[in-house]
């Protein structure tokens, strides 16, 4: 069992940053493949940011370039750094983990491949 919680989110001004927490409990690994996902009203959980069991990264495209994946084993932290906020990336965001095996090789941005989340946090960007 994992327990995932997020932290972080908030209001900010576009073209404002925000840096995502997401603390592990339970039965972590540094090897499980873990990602961010975000999710707005109507619309379907899309990934945002994923980040593998040895170090490897990938992002949504619309993530490309704004914002940045990365863990602290030591704390077992997942972060997203997320700067040059958009108006459209208002969403409930969440983390979650994928913890088959010893080792995750992929970088899962299908939030149907997890099965641990978090409970989210919200960020409001404003014009």
């Known amino acids: 069992q994992v327990q995932l919680v997020e932290s972080g989110g908030g209001s900010v001004q576009s073209g404002g940053s925000l840096r995502l927490s997401c603390a592990a409990s339970?039965?972590?690994?540094?090897?499980?493949?873990m990602g961010w996902f975000r999710q707005a009203p109507g619309k379907e959980r899309e990934g945002v940011a994923a980040r593998n069991g040895v170090g490897a990264s990938d992002y949504a495209d619309s993530a490309k370039g704004r914002f940045t994946i990365s863990r602290d084993n030591a704390k077992n932290t997942l972060y997203l750094q997320m700067d040059s906020l958009k108006p459209e990336d208002t969403a409930m965001y969440y983390c979650a983990a994928f913890t088959k095996g010893s080792i995750c090789y992929w970088l899962l941005l299908n939030p149907n491949d997890y099965t641990y989340w978090g409970q989210g946090t919200q960020v409001t960007v404003s014009s």
């Open positions: 339970g039965a972590t690994s540094s090897r499980y493949c």
